[in-house]
């Protein structure tokens, strides 16, 4: 576990690091990469994140889906009287509609509508996962609470329905330590 920690501590220093002109290109060729990919053509609902901080920018890739006329839901953290707060999908009408959330991410209102898990609707869904670090084996580091691996566990016809998204310097070489209960994302973008 101390060894993931590390890695997260590495590779967002690496990723704070990166010049603005760095950033807007990979912004830029990830949109053309998920705009243009089949999953976003045909799927009519979109589960995606607004990022925050030093992520990938994936507002105009959430406006897109908008205008397209896409279902798109986005991530709330909701706070449990008992035991770990759950993320939830809440659907949004435009990117206006977001405010400070859980640790300051841009969160929808806790109003909206929530995404209702149904297999039958999972070929015409897209999930994009944020992360820190990632391996050519999918596996994936996120930032330690866990809350996409708890919320697809019980999904898993969304598995092969996401695609996690970053810059270079988060595709690490080698295996990543990964836990049995850790969810790979069936394809991984960094750019």
Not at 28 to 56: C, D, K, M, P, V
Not at 128 to 137: E, T
Request: hydrophobic share 35%; aromatic share 10%; charged share 30%.
């Amino acid at each position: 576990m101390e060894r993931k920690t590390e890695i997260r501590s590495r590779v967002l220093a690496i990723r704070g690091g990166l010049d603005e002109e760095t950033r807007r290109r990979a912004q830029i060729l990830l949109t053309e990469r998920i705009l243009g990919h089949q999953w976003f053509y045909r799927s009519e609902i979109l589960l995606g994140f607004a990022s925050y901080g030093s992520e990938i920018d994936t507002y105009e890739i959430l406006g897109e889906a908008l205008k397209a006329g896409k279902k798109v839901y986005l991530p709330k953290v909701l706070a449990k009287a008992q035991g770990e707060p759950e993320m939830v999908f809440l659907r949004i009408h435009s990117l206006q509609e977001l405010c400070p959330g859980y640790k300051g991410i841009p969160e929808p209102p806790e109003q909206a509508p929530e995404y209702r898990y149904a297999a039958e609707e999972a070929e015409r869904t897209l999930m994009l996962m944020p992360g820190v670090a990632f391996d050519g084996y999918r596996n994936r580091i996120g930032y330690g609470k866990g809350f996409y691996d708890r919320y697809l566990a019980d999904k898993p016809a969304l598995w092969v329905r996401t695609i996690a998204v970053g810059f270079r310097c988060q595709m690490l070489d080698g295996e990543l330590p990964h836990e049995e209960e850790d969810i790979r994302p069936y394809q991984v973008i960094c750019i």
